[in-house]
């Protein structure tokens, strides 16, 4: 009887997380944690390549302190305002133009805490994400993180 009562508080646990973390990713279309530390990595997005539709919400979770969301300059399609989020703040942006993002932390950007959104499955501004002058850490990860879009 109590292996059985186990059994039914392990799979009730198991359905409420699942049913909570729908609930909040329907809150916005992609989540993104900034982290202090994830594996062995610190100072990072949880995500660092994000893919969704033209017209989707970025959520960005201050899970940590002391981050934010900056887009690089010229690492964004034509026509797009420049987008830089308060420290230590929950932050969103709706993508309604497709192409690539290219943003980062802006304390850390040196130390490589760096993440791309692709809108559309449009990469018509591949040739500018590429020509951005990356500072630090975050050049040789950003190289890394091209080649795989
Ligand atoms: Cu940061």
Not at 115 to 120: L, Q
Request: proline share 2%; charged share 25%.
């Amino acid at each position: 009887m109590i292996k059985f009562i186990k059994k039914q508080l392990v799979l009730t646990i198991a359905l409420t997380s699942i049913i909570f973390s729908a609930s909040v990713s329907s809150f916005a279309d992609e989540t993104v944690e900034m982290l202090n530390k994830l594996n062995k990595e610190f100072m990072v997005y949880s995500q660092k390549i994000v893919k969704i539709n033209t017209g989707e919400t970025v959520f960005w979770k201050a899970t940590n302190a002391g981050h934010n969301v900056e887009f690089i300059k010229g690492g964004f399609p034509e026509g797009v305002e420049k987008f830089k989020s308060k420290m230590s703040k929950d932050t969103q942006f709706k993508f309604d133009t497709p192409g690539i993002y290219a943003y980062w932390c802006t304390p850390h950007k040196g130390m490589g805490m760096i993440g791309f959104v692709i809108v559309g499955d449009n990469k018509s501004n591949l040739d500018s994400i590429k020509s951005i002058r990356y500072s630090g850490k975050s050049k040789k990860i950003a190289a890394e993180l091209i080649n795989q879009l």
